[in-house]
């Protein structure tokens, strides 16, 4: 049997890597952590060098509190630099140690640490609160609540959209689902940026803005503008005027993968001597004669074997990717929609190669924007380092805490599974959020986003069932690696069962419907988050792994924070102070702590969450 925490531990924090944006060539300084009473006999750091294994000794170096630290040097010669470590003699026969864990036997590379020699991402993300809107449901900059919606400064309504007010409930299944018309625009948005930085939020991220024949706008009919509906190009300039004023960055959300039907290239395309003919796959034997998102016709398929299409969406020095990031008005980056599906249709699969080019594209624009993919399950295979930044972490994390926090009484599917949402252990959500984590490289893991729920998803109040469990769920987002997301509601406990059921209105004016306990766990929590170097970007340890209680601690050189969170009431958690390097911790949130015979003791009343900062020896 191999030896458990706190035994042996690395990752690709700055704890135990000495930058995390080398440079080919560079020589890095990589640690590794063992306890005084598990010590091997001798390290070994193996590599992989222009696909050779490669082995240097390591050195034990000093020891801090019970810990011995060791020591190698790593000459990062590829742009992707694969790493584990090999521990041999005294509490070890023979043992590997790769991001996946510590084992006895031999194991494939597919979980080696993995350094990556690519420019980073921005490092302002690294600190980022990210607080999603849709703006239609987000609020509207004239016309009161019980009015029908209409258009900003007025005129006709396209023939699609279904007028609805403010106080009515979106129909959630039903033909008028995507038609249906609230009315909230951009300048509604930026009239309460006051709240998104109140509740503690420095990265807007806005769903579509681009003209479409529905409110959720994936149909881009144009790239070229922003919807009037939502007050054209100049309301976006004020918005993104007003949010920099105000030290918060502003994402896009844009569609490369498809476009609407009602899109000119694809109007033109149906002319097959087009030059966009080629943007688009048609082939007769397909159902609608072209090939489409989820066979839905009304989202034709960008072919992306066409350099046409890429000049066009891409690269060209008016595309949309590069022309709506310019200058001080710019957006700070894209969140890419269905960016797993990008560049994949049937035999083919350009989407690397696809997600270098947007990647180079937003560099020739600026050198600070973001990139971040939508992706349902396992990204890692597109988060090589020189491609997307990060992911929405769907698969390492949401569905983690779903099942981990799951309320009984919710019964809905478990996003895109035809089954409900499993109940499992603490456990097992440890283990399956190490597992995902293990496959993406730490730069990718800390610029993904942890989101509880978005407009495509349950809201994650309806999912846990309660103020507490959402504290819980909250705290995992702002604990672990990766950077929080808020879906605009979700911080006055608002509540959905499924995607459209939660694109309800944002109740401006009705406080007494929203849940103010829910607000201040928000508030304090996320004020913690972003001025925190280690919740940024520090290491992760797990120190205790319960059935209904976890616990863990994040480690930078500038700072430690101890998190633990609960699903139900559980026994007290007991932590060597000698585990955490640490005299005392101070509260930031929740939970109580006592100082007991060297530990701290964390009573865990009830389902929430408590962090505090760990202060050292």
């Known amino acids: 049997m191999l030896p458990t925490v706190p035994g042996?531990?690395?990752?690709?924090?700055?704890?135990?890597?000495?930058?995390?944006?080398?440079?080919?060539?560079?020589?890095?300084?990589l640690r590794l952590r063992t306890h005084r009473d598990l010590q091997p006999e001798s390290v070994?750091?193996?590599?992989?060098?222009?696909?050779?294994?490669?082995?240097?000794?390591?050195?034990?170096?000093?020891?801090?509190?019970?810990?011995?630290?060791?020591?190698?040097?790593?000459?990062?010669?590829?742009?992707?630099?694969?790493?584990?470590?090999?521990?041999?003699?005294?509490?070890?026969?023979?043992?590997?140690?790769?991001?996946?864990?510590?084992?006895?036997?031999?194991?494939?590379?597919?979980?080696?640490?993995?350094?990556s020699a690519t420019e980073p991402p921005p490092p302002w993300t690294f600190s980022s609160v990210v607080y999603q809107v849709f703006p239609d449901r987000f609020a509207r900059s004239t016309l009161d609540d019980h009015e029908l919606a209409t258009p900003p400064g007025g005129g006709q309504l396209p023939a699609w959209a279904?007028?609805?007010?403010?106080?009515?409930?979106?129909?959630?299944?039903?033909p008028n689902t995507p038609r249906e018309y609230f009315g909230g625009d951009l300048d509604g948005v930026r009239d309460r940026l006051a709240h998104i930085t109140g509740v503690g939020a420095n990265v807007l991220y806005l769903t579509p803005v681009f003209p479409a024949?529905?409110?959720?706008r994936y149909d881009a009919a144009s790239f070229d503008h922003v919807d009037p509906l939502l007050g054209g190009d100049e309301a976006l300039t004020r918005l993104v005027t007003a949010a920099h004023a105000a030290d918060v960055r502003v994402v896009g959300d844009i569609t490369l993968n498809h476009c609407g039907r009602r899109h000119r290239w694809f109007l033109d395309a149906q002319e097959p001597s087009a030059p966009e003919r080629e943007y688009f796959r048609f082939d007769p034997e397909l159902q609608y004669g072209y090939e489409c998102w989820f066979n839905v016709p009304t989202l034709p398929k960008f072919d992306h074997r066409s350099p046409r299409l890429r000049d066009a969406l891409v690269t060209a020095d008016d595309s949309p990717v590069r022309r709506w990031l310019r200058g001080p008005t710019g957006l700070d980056g894209w969140r890419v929609d269905v960016a797993n599906m990008a560049g994949r249709m049937g035999s083919i699969d350009v989407t690397h190669e696809f997600a270098q080019d947007v990647r180079a594209a937003m560099a020739a624009e600026r050198d600070d924007a973001l990139l971040v993919a939508e992706h349902g399950h396992d990204a890692s295979g597109d988060l090589l380092g020189d491609g997307w930044h990060g992911t929405m972490n769907y698969a390492g994390f949401t569905r983690q805490v779903w099942c981990w926090l799951r309320s009984p009484d919710f019964h809905e599917t478990f996003l895109g599974l035809p089954v409900p949402v499993p109940v499992i252990t603490g456990q097992q959500a440890v283990a399956s959020i190490r597992a995902f984590h293990a496959r993406i490289p730490w730069r990718s893991l800390i610029s993904s986003w942890n989101i509880l729920g978005s407009h495509d998803t349950a809201r994650i109040r309806s999912v846990v069932g309660s103020r507490e469990r959402q504290a819980a769920a909250l705290a995992l987002a702002v604990g672990l690696p990766g950077v929080p997301m808020v879906f605009a509601g979700d911080e006055i406990g608002a509540t959905g069962l499924w995607g459209e059921d939660s694109r309800t209105p944002f109740p401006w004016n009705d406080e007494q419907s929203w849940?103010?306990?829910?607000?201040a766990d928000y508030r304090a929590l996320l004020h913690v988050r972003s001025h925190s170097p280690a919740l940024a970007e520090g290491g992760l340890r797990w120190l205790h792994v319960g059935t209904d209680a976890l616990a863990f601690i994040?480690?930078?050189?500038?700072?430690?924070?101890?998190?633990?969170?609960?699903?139900?009431?559980?026994?007290?958690?007991?932590?060597?102070?000698?585990?955490?390097?640490?005299?005392?911790?101070?509260?930031?949130?929740?939970?109580?702590a006592d100082m007991v015979a060297e530990q701290a003791v964390i009573d865990v009343p009830s389902a929430g969450a408590g962090v505090w900062r760990v202060e050292g020896m």
């Open 162 to 174: 279904v007028p609805r007010a403010w106080t009515d409930a979106p129909e959630g299944r039903s």
């Open 8 to 29: 042996v531990h690395h990752d690709g924090s700055p704890m135990y890597v000495s930058t995390l944006s080398p440079r080919l060539g560079d020589t890095l300084v």
């Open 213 to 216: 024949e529905s409110t959720h």
């Open 515 to 519: 849940d103010l306990g829910t607000l």
């Open 44 to 115: 070994v750091l193996r590599t992989v060098r222009d696909g050779e294994p490669h082995v240097v000794a390591a050195e034990a170096k000093e020891t801090v509190g019970e810990d011995v630290w060791w020591v190698a040097p790593l000459v990062v010669r590829n742009t992707e630099t694969h790493y584990r470590w090999l521990l041999v003699g005294g509490a070890f026969d023979f043992a590997w140690l790769t991001a996946g864990g510590l084992v006895d036997f031999d194991v494939p590379d597919a979980t080696d640490f993995v350094i």
């Open 554 to 592: 994040r480690e930078h050189p500038a700072e430690k924070v101890l998190v633990v969170v609960a699903r139900n009431q559980a026994e007290p958690i007991r932590i060597p102070l000698s585990v955490l390097d640490a005299r005392t911790v101070q509260p930031l949130f929740g939970f109580h």
